[in-house]
Nanobody
Framework: VQLQASGGGLVQPGGSLRLSCAVV??????????MAWFRQAPGYEREFVAR????????LYADSVKGRFTISRDNARNAVDLQMNSLKPEDTAVYYC????????????WGQGTEVTVSS
């Protein structure tokens, strides 16, 4: 499984960004994957942001992003997106795409990070 994250950048507080994670995997592998986004801010440990079960679409969000972020999968593009709205300075971090066979800990595979900066 290979993951390629994109879409980071600089945005003002209250703005929006959409991150994408392109997934390269065999057809049968997709159905067993849970995809997730994590983030790591400077001086902090990496933390969970959101996850989605590829086959059933079941999602889970960190309390800090609930109601503002939306994770989704696109079967046509073989990609997982993270729509981030109402961004706050505390959302500033490097965001990582991850995948795994365990829905509770989808971290078998990692993509490179994409940097998100929320600042005026």
């Amino acid at each position: 499984v290979q993951l390629q994250a994109s879409g980071g950048g600089l945005v003002q507080p209250g703005g929006s960004l959409r991150l994408s994670c392109a997934v390269v995997a065999s057809g049968r592998t997709f159905s067993r994957l849970t995809m997730a986004w994590f983030r790591q801010a400077p001086g902090y440990e990496r933390e969970f942001v959101a996850r989605i079960n590829w086959r059933e679409g079941r999602t889970l969000y960190a309390d800090s992003v609930k109601g503002r972020f939306t994770i989704s999968r696109d079967n046509a593009r073989n990609a997982v997106d993270l729509q981030m709205n109402s961004l706050k300075p505390e959302d500033t971090a490097v965001y990582y795409c991850a995948a795994g066979s365990s829905e509770s800990s989808p971290s078998d595979y990692w993509g490179q990070g994409t940097e998100v900066t929320v600042s005026s």
